[in-house]
C-alpha cells in the first residue's frame, strides 16, 4: 500500500515570535525550524503501518527549499521518498489542502498521515480539508490506530475521554501527541536518507480563501504581585482571589 | 433579502454544551449588527435542554434526529450540516472550537468551499466586513484575518465568549426532522471517559503541577487543590514527558490552550510553550520557590515559596470557604 505522510516546517517551540517588517507575518530572523512536531507522530504511524502491511511511505511537504531539512528527517526515520511542492508566500489551509490533496491522487495513496495541527497558525484543519477534497474517510486527534484489512478502528481525544471511531480506507489520519514513540533516525537512517531522492515540484496554484490583515504581539502582561514566601502567605492570597480578583 | 447565518450546536450525552450557548449568543449578535437572519441547528437523538435556546437569543432550532445521531459521525454531520447550509443559502456558519467543532468545521466547509477562521476569541465589524481575531503560535502573537470566499466559517474558543440570556425570549420553534438514509461510513461506536474528570479546555479554574513537584505521588497535593476548587487538573510539558500525567492533561503548545478564569501554576517554572498555552487565563497564580522563575513575569499574584508546604494549606484554607 501506499502511504503518504504531510509534513510541516516550523518554528521551533521554544521560539519568541518577533512580527516582520510586513506586519502580517513573523520575523523568520534567527527562527529555528524543525518538523512540526505532531508529525513525527504521523511519520511513525505511517512507518509502523508499513512494517505491519508493506508497502512504501512517500513524505510530502508544501513550501520553500528550507522544507526539505524536515523531509529529510522523516527519510531518515525510515520513509522512502519525499516530495517538496514548492510555493512562496502565503498560502492558508485550504490551498495547502488542495495541493496536497492533488498530489495525493496523482501518487495513489490510500492512507495518509498527518499531525493534527501544525504549530504555526494552529488551525487544525488541513487533515479534515484534504480528506473531503478527496472524498477520503478521515479520523482526527488520533491516539490509537488499527488497520486490519480496509477497515479502521481509531480512538481520537475529546473533552474529558476519547471517541472509538470506525471507518475505512482510503483514510486521512491526523495524528495527537501519545499515538506512538517516534523513532530516532540511527546513523544507518541518516546515510541512506542521503540517498533517498526528494523529488521537487511546483506546488498546483489554488486561491487562497482567507488573508490576514495584521499579526501583532499580545498585550504583554504586567507581573503581579508577590503576596509572600511561605504558609503564612496562604491567607491573603485566598482574600484576594476572592475579593479582588473575584474567581472563587 | 437578508443574509442568513447558522449556528451549529453541539450537544454531547443529550444536552446542549455550555459552548452551544456561546455560539448562540455570538450568533444572535452578529446576526443583530450585520442584519442577518439566523437559525440553529443541532444533531443528535434526544436532547433534553433544547427549549433553552430561546433564552440566549434565537428561537427558531432545526433538530436532525436519529438513534444514528446520538454519537458523532463525521460523515453524517457533515452531510446534514453542509445540505442544510446550501438549502438555506446560509452566509455563514458558527461552531465551537471543541474536539467535536474543530474536526466538523473543516469538512463542512471543504463541502460549501468555505474559508475558515479557526479558534477566534474576538469577532468584529468594521467597514461592514467580519474581522476575525485568532491566537497564533499558541498564543504567542495574535492574528487579525477576514475570509474571502462567499460562505464563511468561525470556530469560537470555549470560555472566552459570553452566552447572555436575553430579557424576552421568544416562543422555541423547534423543527424537528427524522434523518433518514445518513451516511455513517465514519462513525463513533463507542466514547471511552476518563475517571469523570474535567477536561482543562473546558474548565473555569485549572490546577497545574510541573517538574517542582518532584515525584508523579506529589501529584495529589494538586489533584486535592484542584478538588476543592472544582477545577482541572493540568500539567506542564515536563512532567508529560517524563510520564507522571497524560497528555490530555498538558497545558502549553504541544498541548492545550486555555484560557480559564484562574489558572494556578505550581511548581512550574514558565518555559515559553508552556506560558504561550495559558497566559490568556483572566487571573495567574504562580507558586513557585524560584523567585526568578518566568511564571512571575505573567502572574497576577505570586507565593515564592515551597509548594509541599504552601498546597496543604491553601487547599484546607479553601476547604473553609467553600
Known sequence: MKIAVCISHVPDTATRVKIGPDGKSIDPAGVTYIINPYDEF???????????????????????????????????????????????????SFSVANSLADEIKAQNCELVFFGKQSVDYDNSITGQLTAELLGYSCVSVVVKFTLDNIKIIAEREIEGGREIVETELPAVITAQKGLNEPRYASLKGIMASKKKVIIEKPAMEFNNLTEII?????????????????????PELVRLLREEAKVI | MANKIIAVLEQRESNLKRSAFEVITTTKNLAEQFNFESIAICIGNNIHNIDEIVNYGISKIIHFKSPDLEYYSPSAYTELIAGYAKDFSADSLVFSNTALGKDLAPRVAANLKAGCMMDCINLKKDNNELIAVRPVFAGKAILEGKITSPVKIFTLRPNVFKAEKVVNPANPEIEIIEATSLNLKTRVIDIKKSEGKLDVAEADIIVSGGRGLKAPENYKLVEDLADVLGAAVGASRAVVDAGWRNHGEQVGQTGKTVSPKLYIACGISGAIQHLAGMSSSRYIVAINKDKDAPIFNIADYGIVGDVFEILPVLTEEIKKIK
Do not use: H, W
Not at chain 1, 54 to 71: H, Q
Open chain 1, 214 to 234: 495584521n499579526l501583532s504581539l499580545p498585550p504583554s502582561k504586567q507581573p503581579g504581585r508577590i503576596v509572600g514566601t511561605d504558609a503564612s502567605a496562604v
Open chain 1, 42 to 92: 504521523a511519520v511513525e504511524e505511517a512507518l509502523k503501518t508499513k512494517e505491519k502491511v508493506g508497502g512504501e511511505v512517500i513524505v510530502i511537504s508544501l513550501g520553500s527549499d528550507a522544507n526539505k531539512e524536515s523531509i529529510r528527517k522523516a527519510l531518515a526515520m525510515g520513509a522512502d521518498e519525499g516530495i517538496l511542492l514548492k510555493k512562496e508566500g502565503y498560502f492558508d
